[in-house]
């Protein structure tokens, strides 16, 4: 009888950690479609960001590429590489959501969510007002 208590601690001690491991499953570098770049997010307390750590191309005249698109001029001075581009994002029921995305070659920022299909393909879809009026993309896991 002294077991059973111990030997229900240590499920729900496994049942935690296995939880834990879904959520930053999406922790990593990933490749964006057209191989341009490399996303990689992190977690920062209870939410997901992504920066934008590498660029095929990172600078135009042996400068850095800036962030020229930006509607906020003073923000338009500031690198591509590291820039934030992945906002805000929470864990629920398998999703990414409530999360923001920033399209340095538009200047605009879209509300996204993301869903990984299998453990390398991360699908992020980014947003205008309801998620059906979006676009999504593929992006594949950095090995």
């Known amino acids: 009888m002294r077991k059973f208590p111990l030997l229900m601690l240590l499920f729900v001690a496994m049942s935690f950690s296995v939880f834990a491991q879904k959520k930053d499953a999406i922790v ?10 490399q996303i990689e997010i992190y977690k920062k307390g209870d939410k997901y960001f992504g920066k934008l750590a590498w660029i095929k191309e990172p600078n135009i005249n042996g400068k850095p590429k800036l962030d020229v698109k930006n509607p906020n001029a003073a923000l338009q001075k500031r690198s591509l590489l590291n820039l934030e581009l992945l906002k805000d994002f929470v864990y629920d029921d398998g999703k990414w959501t409530d999360g923001t ?7 605009k920022t879209y509300s996204c969510n993301m869903t990984m299909k299998g453990n390398d393909v991360l699908n992020v879809r980014g947003y205008i007002g309801i998620s059906l009026l979006g676009r999504s993309e593929t992006f594949k896991r950095v090995k």
């Open 101 to 107: 995305i920033y399209d340095p070659k538009s200047g």
């Open 28 to 37: 990593g570098k990933w490749l964006n479609p057209s191989g341009e770049g």
